[in-house]
């Protein structure tokens, strides 16, 4: 299934939100590039829409990718727009990852 989205792939960065210590021993949240990779993401149309869990928070897009060091919670910075990774399904060979787009 991947093979016909390969000739397709684009840059991706993968982020993660990270904490570090402060000068004045504050926690400081922000986000760190974790990873340069390529894949695609394609849009879902509105019946196409997963529910990640109970809270039932929607995915807007897939990402098809090769396996790496990608975690839910992560940001991924494709074509100038940042998508929060919602839920992941291992497919052995690709990740297949949903997506929701936040700006």
């Keep these: 299934m991947i093979e016909e ?3 397709y792939f684009e840059p991706l960065t993968i982020s ?3 904490a570090t210590l402060g000068t004045f021993g504050n ?3 922000a986000w760190n590039d974790l990873e340069d990779t390529e894949g695609y993401i394609r ?3 509105g ?3 997963v529910s990640a869990d109970k809270v039932t928070v929607y995915s807007t897009h897939r990402l098809y990718f090769f396996i790496t060091d990608i975690k839910e919670k992560d ?3 494709y074509n100038s727009h940042l998508y929060d990774v919602k839920l992941i399904d ?3 060979e690709f990740y297949q990852v949903d997506l929701e787009l936040i700006e």
């Design 5 to 7: 989205f390969v000739e």
């Design 47 to 49: 019946g196409e829409r």
């Design 43 to 45: 849009t879902l149309n």
């Design 27 to 29: 926690t400081i949240m």
């Design 16 to 18: 993660r939100l990270t």
């Design 75 to 77: 940001r991924i910075s």
């Design 90 to 92: 291992n497919k052995r």
